[in-house]
């Protein structure tokens, strides 16, 4: 396999994004990044388009033929990547094979989704129908549902309380003020998310990351051609990517995300690196418990022990392992195929030292994690600063 | 209306599922025998939903995964107002919720002893 090198990257503002549709927001993260990476001249090869509902939400399919079409990439291999919520992250490892394999030279990656037109009961029934059909879905599971299950798991059984989540959405607030990006941009102190409105007890609204519009993309080529292009190339190391059972009750233990440890472990074996070599992660906090319970199943932290590196400021900006200074999920948004992709874009500014304020300092090796369901399918990334 | 909540036990391995995969999650064997996953089960984890979905008036709406034992767990719908972790509780069928004009029906699970 050749190694692979993210040579240019761009994202849209994430929130909500009024006057401009799901289309002109890829349109603009994919000119950004094409431009970011030089390659304006150039003939891309393929075109991964990350999404997850744009058919449902917008009235569009075949997206990635309508991307192609509007800023003439043609005549590129081009598809939409359908994943869940890790459709971004899934994007970006097929355009990683894709070059990887020899198949490609020249690739473009592209996530967005346009969501905040529908009714919040619209899209938390779509989101829904990511569970089991007839053993969660008809009982009336919700997401949120589901991350206060494995909430209370860690409640009994780790001592983890309700001022662990306020918490981390504090830190993940106070990041994305440092991101012009970010769809939240106003700060949350420990006692007024311990005081917003419940939508399944123990999870408060304030431990839940807001419904956002928004697209990201990366240009990617082969490592040897890298430096053609780009002062800064950043090295897709390694990639990690597996799958659980689908009920939450199912899984051996249910306060455990399997598909996290094994993804991670493959992208840590690929990368031919370790938990304490990485400087910066980005994870799939969708739901404050999230970061917490992969930070653990990555094996950044012992399990049971993630709440109390929160608690001493581990994962803070300035901490030893700083997570999600994007804001993460909850406070940079989630428009859901754009995640996985603006998480990646967010690493690149941040081992190129170019995430100005937010800027995590000296990091060189970073972590990406991505959800494609309630943690039975997760896409990891390892990403590495050249040179 | 069915008459009891089932599992599907391997006939290769003797594992069993909730819900049926075409395919067991231990050794992949392709024949099922449909069993009864009991009468008794204990409340894990439990949430109450305020945010409620489409079909269900009012809330909370009370959710569980209970344990049969042996790995086997079901998720549904808790009748009760004060649910502990531990709790016993049986498999009762009733209505879940409306999806469209259609009445969803399914096991939902009560206190084992009624207080």
């Known amino acids: 396999m050749r190694d692979v090198a993210i040579i240019g990257c761009g994202m849209t503002k994430f929130g909500r994004i009024e006057g401009k549709n799901l289309m002109d927001l890829m349109v603009e993260a994919s000119l950004r990044a094409i431009d970011d990476a030089g390659v304006g001249e150039e003939d891309f090869d393929s075109v991964y388009v990350g999404n997850m509902m744009a058919g449902e939400l917008t009235h569009q399919t075949a997206i990635a033929s309508a991307l192609v079409d509007r800023i003439n990439l043609i005549p590129a291999a081009a598809e939409r990547v359908e994943n869940g919520p890790a459709s971004g992250a899934s994007a970006v490892k097929n355009g990683f094979l894709a070059v990887a394999s020899g198949a490609s030279d020249l690739v473009l990656v592209a996530g967005g989704e346009k969501m905040t037109e529908a009714d919040t009961d619209v899209i938390t029934d779509l989101v829904s129908t990511m569970t089991h059909p007839t053993a969660e879905y008809v009982h009336g599971v919700t997401l949120p549902a589901m991350a206060a299950l494995l909430t209370r798991l860690y409640m009994e059984r780790y001592g983890l309380t309700e001022r662990h989540l306020a918490m981390v959405a504090v830190k993940n607030h106070s990041n994305a003020m440092k991101n012009p990006y970010a769809h939240i941009q106003r700060p949350c102190t420990v006692e007024g998310a311990m005081s917003s409105v419940m939508i399944a007890d123990p999870l408060r609204l304030y431990y839940a990351c807001p419904i956002s519009d928004g697209a990201a993309a990366v240009v990617l080529c082969p490592l040897e051609k890298a430096k053609e292009f780009a002062d800064k190339p950043v090295r897709i190391a390694g990639f990690g990517h597996a799958s659980d059972v689908q009920t939450l009750h199912e899984r051996e233990d249910p306060a455990v995300l399997k598909s996290v440890q094994l993804a991670s472990q493959r992208a840590f074996e690929m990368a031919k690196l370790k938990p304490k070599d990485i400087d910066v992660v980005e994870t799939h906090d969708a739901f404050e418990i999230l970061e917490i319970v992969q930070s653990e199943d990555a094996g950044f932290f012992e399990k049971g022990k993630g709440h109390l590196a929160v608690e001493k400021g581990v994962t803070a900006l300035d901490g030893e392992l700083p997570i999600n200074p994007s804001g993460g999920l909850k406070a940079r948004g989630h428009p859901v195929g754009a995640t996985g992709v603006a998480q990646i874009v967010e690493l690149v500014w941040q081992l190129r030292g170019e995430a100005g304020e937010r800027q995590v300092k000296g990091a060189k090796r970073a972590f990406a994690c991505n959800f494609g369901g309630f943690g039975n399918n997760t896409v990891i990334h390892i990403l590495e600063r050249v040179g | ?115």
């Not at chain 2, 008794?40 to 109450?48: A, F, G, P, R, S």
């Not at chain 2, 709406?61 to 009748?79: E, K, M, N, P, S």
């Open chain 2, 1 to 115: 209306m069915q008459e009891r909540l089932t599992g599907f036990k391997c006939k290769r391995c003797g594992r069993v599922t909730y819900p049926k995969h075409e395919r067991c999650l231990s050794c992949r064997g392709t024949e099922f025998e449909e069993v009864g996953l009991g009468d008794e089960c204990t409340l894990l984890t439990y949430t109450k939903l305020y945010a409620l979905p489409e079909g269900i008036e009012m809330p909370p709406l009370t959710l569980g995964v209970v344990d049969f034992g042996g790995g086997v767990r079901a998720l549904g719908q808790i009748i009760s107002d004060d649910p502990k972790i531990g709790m016993k509780l049986r498999p009762v069928w009733g209505k879940l919720r409306k999806i469209g004009e259609e009445e969803m029906y399914g096991f939902k699970f009560e206190p084992a002893e009624k207080g």
